[in-house]
């Protein structure tokens, strides 16, 4: 699989109604299988009063993002109707390591197999338009824990390098870093280096 990928920049959302039935397509980055499931339960216990909320998402998972889990449902709506529409959509943008969930809240009014599609694929297209699409590449998380002595040793590489972290300050010193996946060794080689092997690296 190539280096960078596409993805959603931020979260977002878009809604609008047809014939009485509200439509709310909501889109988000995620960076694996569970987070992606997590973001569609999320969704479905906020919206637990809708009529459906139907997943869809595109995630690299394996190791090192290997192959591309795709998976969508119809939650209920006719085949093929609205989860395969809302991952279609995700495909055609080649957008990945993005979930999407589109929730309906029905009107009276049956939209017919040819509407629901328009209806669900125009949930995901607004709601990719609203968020906007980066190249992004692979990331990894690494956890950094060490005594206090050494944090300002890690913290120190870890701004140099301009790497997004967590840190937290506790017993010892615990950092939650972002790193892309062809960093990740060096920096690991690099921490140990810097603190004689007495950061413990996961």
């Known amino acids: 699989m190539s280096e960078t990928y596409r993805t959603v920049a931020e979260p977002a959302t878009a809604g609008f109604v047809v ?21 569609v339960d ?3 216990d906020e919206c637990a009063d809708a009529t459906h909320n139907v997943p869809a998402y595109r995630v690299r998972a394996g190791a090192e993002g290997a192959f591309l889990r795709e998976y969508s449902s119809d939650d209920g709506e006719p085949s093929g109707s609205a989860g395969k529409p809302a991952l279609n959509v ?15 809240y029905y009107g009276g009014t049956n939209l017919g197999v040819g509407g629901l599609v328009r209806a669900y694929s125009r949930a995901v297209k607004e ?7 980066v190249e992004e590449r692979p990331h990894e998380r690494v956890r950094i824990t060490v005594e206090y002595d050494d944090s300002g040793t890690v913290r ?7 790497f997004e972290f967590d840190a937290d300050y506790e017993t010892d010193v615990s ?24 950061a413990d690296l996961e």
Do not use: K
């Open 19 to 39: 014939q009485g039935s509200e439509f709310v397509g909501r889109v988000r980055p995620v960076e694996s299988v569970d987070a992606a499931e997590a973001f």
């Open 127 to 133: 709601a990719l338009e609203e968020a906007g699409i």
């Open 90 to 104: 995700l495909a055609q943008r080649d957008v990945e390591n993005c979930a999407a969930v589109v929730t309906r």
């Open 42 to 44: 999320a969704v479905r």
């Open 175 to 198: 950092f939650a870093v972002r790193v892309p996946l062809e960093d990740a060794e060096a920096l690991r080689d690099r921490l140990r280096s810097a603190t004689s092997g007495r």
């Open 156 to 162: 120190g590489i870890l701004e140099s390098e301009g």
